[in-house]
């Protein structure tokens, strides 16, 4: 045990004296690791790591997260060097639309919106007409002239947006592995061993479960939420890293895991942040072509924002 911690500490101390000596900054995603958390500059949602990722000094970007994030942050930082700690720290639902897809549904459907989460690759953010976050989704579609909208690619999300919006939203059939594993069973269980817990999810959970819940919203929605509510309990329906960032804002309040893991989120650690500013892999680059269509869907989601 005071083995591991003498690890631990001596690679924090790597990667702080890696980081002072390639002027970088380190954002992590709040499913990040505890121990990947506790060593950024900046925890936050996908919303606030693209806002960012805008306004650093920084000369280097280092990105605690997954590809979509870390592109994310290179399409907005041309000048930028954004490095990924693991290449293959991917997102299972970015990988379920492509560009063609999308090219071809708009030729079929003169005149549909295009609104693309941000948890899609580059190339579907060029054709998007707009990106959003879970955070801002519902106001993005509602600030569009189109109608209908096509939502691509979580049909969790664009499910949730369609009940609070009156667009005509078409959904892509796109999921996250990570949110559908939560069934209500699994939640109706826990609120039975804690029958005084609030049930908090994502909007990435399926229609059961967020009707079932007491509260859906972003990871900050949800943030927000416990951080102001009297009550001391919660039944978190996301991926289990959050419950980290929860208890670290709330240590006198509990929270009950759904006992769900995002496998692209948990294969950073410190060795890959340390590995990351030591050999300045991997270096994430989106074709520039490519990068000014999708700087355009995410500036005009920033300004919706
Ligand atoms: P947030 O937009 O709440 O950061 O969620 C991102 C995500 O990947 C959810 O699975
Ligand atoms: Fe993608 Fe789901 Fe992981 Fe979020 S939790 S990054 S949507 S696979």
Redo the contacts with the bound molecule.
């Keep these: 045990m005071a083995a591991e911690k003498k690890l631990t500490e001596s690679l924090i101390e790597s990667i702080n004296k890696l980081k002072k000596k390639r002027n970088a900054i380190i954002l992590a995603?709040v499913?990040q690791r505890g121990e990947v958390q506790d060593i950024a500059d900046f925890v936050g949602d996908s919303l606030d790591l693209s806002r960012r990722a805008v306004c650093t000094k920084a000369d280097v970007i280092v990105f605690c997260?997954?590809q979509?994030?870390a592109e994310t942050a290179a399409i907005l930082n041309p000048y930028k060097t954004v490095l990924l700690p693991d290449k293959n720290a991917?997102?299972?639902?970015?990988d379920m639309a492509t560009d063609e897809q999308i090219i071809r549904i708009k030729k079929q459907n003169p005149g549909i919106g295009v609104v693309s989460y941000v948890?899609s690759s580059a190339s579907v953010k060029a054709v998007s007409d707009i990106c959003c976050t879970s955070a801002n989704a519902v106001n993005v579609v509602n600030s569009l002239s189109f109608n209908p909208v096509l939502f691509v690619p979580?049909r969790n999300l664009g499910s949730y947006v369609a009940e609070q919006t009156k667009k005509d939203i078409r959904l892509w059939e796109g999921f996250?592995?990570?949110?559908e594993h939560i069934i209500s069973d699994k939640l109706k269980h826990l609120k039975e061993k804690h029958p005084y817990a609030e049930i908090i999810v994502h909007p990435?959970c399926t229609t059961p479960v967020r009707h079932m819940a007491d509260f859906t919203g972003s990871t900050s929605q949800m943030s927000k939420y416990v951080k102001q509510s009297q009550l001391r309990e919660f039944i978190v329906g996301?991926?289990d890293n959050f419950i980290y960032r929860l208890k670290s804002d709330n240590p006198d309040k509990l929270f009950y895991p759904a006992n769900t893991l995002?496998?692209?989120?948990n294969t950073i650690t410190l060795e890959k942040v340390k590995f990351t500013l030591e050999k300045m892999k991997y270096k994430v680059h989106v074709p520039e072509e490519t990068r000014e269509k999708a700087e355009i869907a995410l500036d005009k989601m920033l300004t919706v924002s």
């Excluded at 991917?90 to 970015?94: R, S």
């Excluded at 995002?262 to 989120?265: F, H, I, R, S």
């Design positions: 995603h499913y997260g997954v979509f994030m991917g997102c299972g639902l970015a948890n979580d996250c592995y990570v949110h990435e996301t991926e995002c496998e692209g989120m």
